[in-house]
């Protein structure tokens, strides 16, 4: 049982909008940022998203994330066959002192 | 850039201890500002952080595994370590290391992960 609640899985067909939840309580995502990990299939997860919306250098715009309160978001737009991927979210902890993961969507485009 | 690097054992078997290696490159551990970490990936699983120490030589670990880790470092090799003691069939992952900015939890870079199956 994860900490971070997130979606098992999410879709969309190539060019539309999807998005991926990530709920949490005051004590990770209330508290502190949000980040995205993309990971592929046999490889090493990839930070997406840091600080709840900052895409590091080479992630596409079309990636974007939120927060509000508790919860946070990943959008990905203009959806592309190569995004098909695992997504993560993850927040440091207080009350566990250490970092705090999602269980994990993942995303299929149809 | 900075780059990990996991090393150890594939098979361990049950009730014995787990030995893994990360060697860091392009960077050094002694800097401050960042945790080097240890996360693990229970086949078909999500991401299970195990701990990280810092290079002041503090460690801090998730209180699910306290009991059997620890973990320390070798500046003059540029390599931590994570040591997993009374391993069983559960212990059965991928291991990761990686780097973690204090204070943020911006994992990154991560090392390409070494799968380490409990089996007799």
């Known amino acids: 049982q994860s900490v971070l609640t997130q979606p098992p899985s999410a879709s969309g067909t190539p060019g539309q909008r999807v998005s991926i939840s990530c709920s949490g309580s005051?004590?990770?995502?209330?508290?502190?940022?949000v980040n995205w990990y993309q990971q592929f299939p046999g490889t090493a997860p990839k930070l997406l998203i840091y600080?709840?919306?900052q895409r590091p250098s080479g992630v596409p715009d079309r990636f974007s994330g939120s927060k509000s309160g508790t919860s946070a978001s990943l959008a990905i737009s203009g959806l592309q066959s190569e995004d098909e991927a695992d997504y993560y979210c993850a927040a440091w902890d207080g009350s566990l002192n250490g970092v705090v993961f999602g269980g994990g969507t993942k995303l299929t485009v149809l | 850039q900075v780059q990990l690097q996991e090393s150890g054992p594939g098979l361990v078997k049950p009730s014995q201890t787990l030995y893994l290696t990360c060697t860091v490159s392009g960077g050094s551990i002694s800097s401050g500002g960042y945790y080097w970490s240890w996360i693990r990936q229970h086949p078909g699983k999500g991401l299970e952080w195990i701990g990280y120490i810092y290079s002041s030589g503090s460690a801090h670990y998730n209180p699910s595994l306290s009991s059997r880790v620890t973990m320390s470092f070798d500046t003059a090799k540029s390599q931590f370590y994570l040591i997993l003691r009374s391993v069983t069939a559960a212990d059965t992952a991928v291991y990761f290391c990686?780097?973690?900015?204090?204070?943020?939890?911006?994992?990154?870079?991560w090392g390409q992960g070494i799968l380490v199956t409990v089996s007799s």
């Open positions: 600080s709840n919306n």
């Open positions: 005051s004590s990770n995502i209330g508290s502190h940022t």
């Open positions: 990686a780097r973690d900015v204090v204070g943020y939890s911006w994992i990154d870079p």
